[in-house]
């Protein structure tokens, strides 16, 4: 069973337009959640984490965590081409070793 | 700063062949070490995790093994390659810390298995 669900599996936006991507998670023993990008070819980088209730901003990109509802958001403003790219939610249960939970990603396309 | 260093970049190889692929974190002591499994496009597999020197857990069963010879090295190898084993392979540390650490990749070995 997948712990880690994300939505849509594909988006597109135009440039500058903003782009919104969703995950959810079904383990109620995730607290702590992260967003990465991947490159075609690249290795995932770290975006952004959020572990407490609210949101979140850094530069162009705000992240929305509700632990109610165990649901984080990722939205890209003024979306560029350079965006484009795969996202993942990663979900975490927390200190000590950690067991990094990721979901099956967002495809996004970002149109000049 | 720390870095991650994973070679070799891509590999073809024959089905039945070994395999030996390897990662070198520097500038983090005793990092708690990953190898993540991707398929094209597809989601990010944990295949083992190591916290310590000479101890790794597996994750999955995928006839691969991992070792961890030194502190800041960790290896991934099979003695017979699969057709199932191509795809893109991750390796990543993360601290050990008081509280949740983030998780930071290498740039990946693209392996296809002929």
């Known amino acids: 069973q997948q712990k880690v669900q994300q939505s849509p599996e594909s988006l597109s936006v135009p440039e500058g337009g903003m782009a919104s991507l969703n995950c959810t998670s079904s383990d109620r023993n995730f607290q702590y959640f992260w967003w990465y990008r991947q490159h075609s070819g690249e290795g995932p980088k770290a975006l952004m984490s959020i572990f407490s209730d609210g949101d979140k901003k850094e530069g162009r990109f705000t992240a929305h965590l509700n632990k109610a509802s165990l649901h984080v958001s990722l939205h890209i403003r003024d979306s560029q081409p350079s965006d484009s790219a795969l996202y993942f939610c990663a979900a975490s249960e927390g200190t000590g070793y950690q067991n990094f939970y990721f979901g099956k990603g967002t495809s996004l396309t970002v149109i000049p | 700063a720390q870095t991650i260093h994973q070679w070799p970049v891509a590999e073809i190889k024959a089905v039945g062949s070994p395999l030996s692929l390897g990662c070198t974190i520097k500038g983090k002591s005793s990092p708690n070490l990953y190898w993540y499994w991707q398929a094209t496009g597809g989601t990010l597999q944990q295949l083992f995790y190591?916290?310590?020197?000479?101890?790794v857990e597996s994750v999955v069963q995928l006839n691969l093994s991992a070792s961890r010879p030194k502190d800041d090295q960790f290896i991934l190898s099979t003695e017979k390659l699969l057709l199932s084993h191509s795809g893109f392979y991750l390796c990543?540390?993360?601290?050990?810390?008081?509280?949740?650490?983030?998780?930071?990749f290498g740039s990946g070995t693209r392996l296809t298995v002929l």
């Open positions: 990543a540390w993360s601290r050990l810390g008081p509280s949740a650490e983030t998780l930071y």
């Open positions: 190591s916290i310590t020197v000479g101890q």
